[in-house]
């Protein structure tokens, strides 16, 4: 059964109340393939217009984004797809060098040009007809969480953020995951090698993203990626450049949360990946803040299991409705 562990705030407490509008059918929402542009390359989404949202009746609009080294059919997709039935236009794209999108440099997770393009998708959002852009805001998962709050900072024109199985490190918490000095030291030498080896030949070396036998893989005998009904899916590619492990382990995504000024919503669970970090980020907001922490939901659950999707999504609207 899927219980509520910890709520704070007054969004969160009517998301669990059951105080939220019908959702709409999957027929009047409707979904557009778009483009923009991020650092002189094109950038594929997907535009979810909610029913009655038109250019005579704009509304509130956010972008999501997902988790690293994904596509935006997986899990951006499935949320930005509850947040139209509730009455919200959501945004998800392919960052450069993944998916759809262009970019030479394949399959590399940066976060620093994922912010640049969230901030892009930000840009390009406000500008759509169908949105107020008054009442702009963004929804991170897993990774991107720390890539959307930089965004956010950075972006005036944001208005509100909540973040789900939010992935937020710091040197600290990097070196509790990652095995200590050694392990992450090890990391970075091979992520070392792979540039000197990127920059001498041209050519990208890649690894598996996930796998349940190649013990090369990134995420080693993991759900979900593993699984051809869960995130193994045709859109997205199964490779990593692990050129990435440095730039990857000196980002820090708790950094931000002491200068984030727009309200601010975190869902959560004990049993998913590093909540440390992410009670660690969320005592450090000073900005108006709520927080839900589900009970028994792992960091894969949040990404497609119908019931933590659904309890995740309900607050997250609900968030929005009293922020936007």
């Known amino acids: 059964m899927l219980k509520a562990m910890v709520v704070t705030g007054l969004a969160v407490g009517l998301a669990l109340s059951g105080c939220s509008a019908q959702p709409a059918p999957d027929d009047e929402i409707r979904l557009e393939r778009v483009e923009f542009s991020s650092g002189g390359e ?3 989404g997907d535009l979810y217009v909610a029913d009655g949202v038109s250019e005579a009746r704009p509304g509130p609009a956010i972008v999501v984004t997902g988790a690293w080294m994904t596509v935006r059919q997986q899990m951006a997709a499935r949320y930005a797809r509850k947040l139209a039935e509730r009455g919200y236009t959501a945004l998800v794209f392919d960052y450069r060098g993944w998916g759809e999108s262009g970019g030479d440099r394949r399959q590399y997770e940066d976060p620093h040009a994922k912010i640049v393009d969230t901030q892009a ?7 759509r007809p169908e949105t107020d852009d008054a009442r702009l805001g963004g929804l991170g998962i897993c990774a991107s969480s720390g890539y959307m ?3 956010a900072l950075e972006t005036p024109a944001v208005h509100s953020i909540a973040l789900a ?9 990097v070196l509790q995951t990652y095995g200590g000095q050694s392990g992450v030291a090890e990391l970075i030498e091979s992520g070392r090698a792979a540039e000197a080896e990127y920059r001498a030949t041209g050519e990208q070396r890649f690894v598996p993203a996930a796998s349940v036998t190649d013990r090369r893989a990134i995420m080693f005998d ?14 997205w590619r199964n490779q990593a450049d692990p050129a990435f492990w440095e730039g990857w382990l000196a980002f820090d995504g708790v950094a931000s949360a002491a200068t984030l000024t727009q309200p601010f919503l975190m869902v959560h669970s004990e049993s998913a990946a590093i909540p440390q970090g992410a009670k660690r ?5 000073t900005a108006p803040k709520s927080e839900l922490w589900l009970d028994n939901v792992t960091q894969f659950d949040f990404y497609d299991r119908p019931g933590p999707v659904e309890a995740a999504a309900e607050a997250v609207a609900l968030h929005f409705a009293g922020t936007l």
């Open 42 to 44: 094109p950038i594929v």
């Open 121 to 127: 998708a930000f840009g390009y959002l406000a500008s």
């Open 149 to 151: 709050v930089r965004a």
């Open 165 to 173: 199985a939010p992935w937020l490190h710091d040197r600290d918490v």
């Open 222 to 235: 993991v759900p979900y990626y593993t699984e051809p009904d869960r995130g193994m899916i045709a859109a």
């Open 281 to 285: 980020f969320y005592s450090r907001v």
